[in-house]
């Protein structure tokens, strides 16, 4: 159980804070079990609190999946949503990340914590049952106040990208499924099992202090996982002065056309196709069996579909002299910016949406941008922190060789393309 503090704890602070739960178990008559049930409550917080802090981080995580085809388009999207209040911004890239934590690794985690508890065959009574949520308030109660004084207060979330703040109940798992593992086979209600625990979590937290405090060290964890110093802080889009030379934006018909041509593909061309089959093979015993899966499949379509939207529907694509900017007029905020010089090539494409209603998608590529591939994350002084996509696509717009001319680059469209 850990007491918040005003700034960054020191190892006395660390050492005091851990020192709590010996003289509660010898003070109050608590058992190691309830030591051990506290423990798992703590992770059960420390997920509620990171699901709390999530949509506030203000950077990008450094392995971006904004090619992902389900979620890939929310993790691209640039700009927040002002909340009234104290309350920072909440950004609708940090969606995916959230949904994960919440839908996957919350369940995946307290169940595994739960699992080990019981491995560990406490003593479970009415009394300890008391001790155990007395316990759990506590830490629920500590946690929120750090959460409010460190992240919201202090600005914490400036530093952190959605997937930093779980790196924080992922580690938390680790070291209690640890202890859990380790006092599992002798029993929990012992002295040398209540101090092996207490031992191992004090050289835990004093761990994380020296990890934290010497910018070079870094554990495993930070090796393999990242940090909040290797996130990406992300730069605003500039558009430049003055009114545009060309604007282009698809119509709304267009816009809501290719979302639902999108939403109908992904579940054609993706591993919820199997769902069709199994629909097929329900509906031979019963009709109603078959709704579930093509729930599902609605399920997936309908979020490709909103995704999609969101991604580029409300885009304008902006054309001043030698620069092309694609512009959300939905979040009021520059999504993505390409000069003439950074042009290397163009490529039309038609899909069924384009030949439906007489439009072409247009890509401005910048060439070869794959990042380097390395099995553990980089120091944060040599992260790349360079965002920014590898190709502009307007899709579905009227005139795509208007916006090559415009931009400056109608001599590689008509290379390329003519």
Not at 28 to 33: P, T, V
Request: proline share 7%; hydrophobic share 45%; net charge negative.
């Amino acid at each position: 159980m850990r007491v918040p503090s005003l700034g960054r704890p020191g190892p006395l602070a660390v050492v005091a804070s851990n020192a709590v739960a010996p003289v509660v178990v010898l003070a109050l008559g608590w058992s190691a079990s309830v030591l051990l049930g506290v423990f798992v409550l703590e992770l059960a917080a420390v997920l509620w609190w990171a699901a709390v802090k999530v949509p506030f981080a203000a950077k990008r995580p450094n392995n971006a999946i904004d090619d992902h085809r389900l979620l890939g388009a929310l993790q691209a999207k640039r700009g927040g949503i002002d909340l009234p209040g104290p309350l920072p911004p909440v950004y609708l890239r940090n969606l995916p990340t959230l949904v994960t934590l919440v839908v996957l690794l919350a369940p995946i985690e307290l169940g595994a914590a739960f699992l080990m508890f019981a491995l560990a065959d406490p003593t479970i009574t009415a009394e300890t049952t008391g001790q155990m949520l007395l316990g759990g308030v506590g830490v629920f109660a500590a946690r929120g106040v750090e959460t409010a004084a460190d992240y919201f207060r202090d600005g914490g979330y400036r530093d952190h990208s959605p997937r930093s703040v779980v790196l924080a109940p992922f580690k938390y798992v680790f070291g209690v499924g640890t202890l859990l593992f380790v006092a599992g086979p002798s029993g929990v209600d012992s002295g040398a099992v209540l101090a092996l625990i207490v031992a191992g979590k004090l050289v835990y937290d004093l761990r994380t202090i020296q990890v934290e405090r010497d910018p070079d060290r870094r554990g495993v964890f930070y090796r393999l996982y990242g940090s909040k110093e290797t996130e990406i802080e992300p730069e605003p889009v500039v558009e430049p002065d003055g009114d545009p030379l060309l604007r282009a934006r698809p119509s709304r018909a267009v816009a809501v056309a290719d979302a639902l041509y999108r939403g109908i593909l992904y579940t054609l061309t993706s591993t919820v196709v199997f769902l069709y089959a199994v629909a097929a093979f329900l509906a031979v015993f019963a009709l109603r069996l078959a709704a579930v899966p093509i729930a599902v499949v609605v399920a997936f379509g309908t979020l490709r579909a909103a995704t999609r939207y969101l991604r580029y529907g409300p885009l304008e694509y902006r054309c001043y002299d030698g620069v092309l900017v694609a512009y959300d007029t939905l979040f009021d905020e520059p999504q993505q910016r390409i000069e003439r010089d950074d042009v290397r090539s163009v490529a039309v494409e038609t899909d069924l949406v384009d030949r439906t209603f007489d439009t072409a998608t247009v890509e401005f590529d910048r060439g070869d941008r794959s990042p380097e591939l390395q099995f553990t994350v980089p120091d944060p002084d040599e992260v790349e922190h360079d965002d920014t996509p590898g190709s502009l696509v307007a899709p579905h717009v009227d005139d795509p060789k208007a916006i090559a001319d415009a931009l400056g680059a109608g001599w590689l469209y008509e290379r390329d393309v003519e």
